[in-house]
C-alpha cells in the first residue's frame, strides 16, 4: 500500500512539476525569469525613445552608442577607449577601425552618426 501511495505521489509530482516553471514574455519574445524580462523590456523602451536622435561619435557615452544596432557593451567600451587614445574621429567611416564594427553595422546606424554637432 505504501508503495502505491509512494508511486501516486510521484506521478502527481511529475505531471504537475511543468506548470510550476514559468516562461516570462514581452511582446513576442521569451525570458527565463521576471528579470531578464524587465531588462529586455526597459532596453527596448529606451531604444525606442532615443531611435531617432542622432549621435555624435566624439562625444558619445557608452550608453548613446548602445542605442545604435548591434552595438554592445564591450564594443561602445572599445569606441570610446579607441576614441580617447586615437582622438577625435574625423569621419564616421573611422569606426570600422574598432574591433566589433563592420561595415554591416556601420551601414545599419550611419543615418544616425555624425562626427560634429
Given at each position: 500500500?505504501q ?47 532615443r ?24 564594443t ?10 586615437i582622438?577625435?574621429?574625423r ?19 550611419r543615418?544616425?552618426?555624425s562626427?560634429?554637432?
Amino acid at each position: 500500500m505504501q508503495k502505491i501511495s509512494s508511486c501516486v505521489i510521484l506521478l502527481l509530482m511529475v505531471v504537475t512539476l511543468p506548470s510550476f516553471a514559468q516562461v516570462h514574455s514581452v511582446g513576442n519574445r521569451c525570458y527565463a525569469d521576471a528579470v531578464s524580462a524587465y531588462q529586455a523590456m526597459k532596453n527596448e523602451q529606451r531604444n525606442t525613445k532615443r531611435l531617432g536622435e542622432r549621435i555624435n561619435i566624439n562625444t558619445a557615452t557608452a550608453s548613446d552608442f548602445l542605442t545604435l544596432q548591434g552595438i554592445g557593451v564591450n564594443t561602445a567600451e572599445r569606441i570610446i577607449k579607441h576614441r580617447t587614445q586615437i582622438g577625435r574621429f574625423r569621419h564616421v567611416d573611422e569606426l570600422m577601425q574598432v574591433k566589433g564594427i563592420g561595415q554591416a553595422t556601420l551601414d545599419k546606424n550611419r543615418h544616425r552618426l555624425s562626427v560634429s554637432d
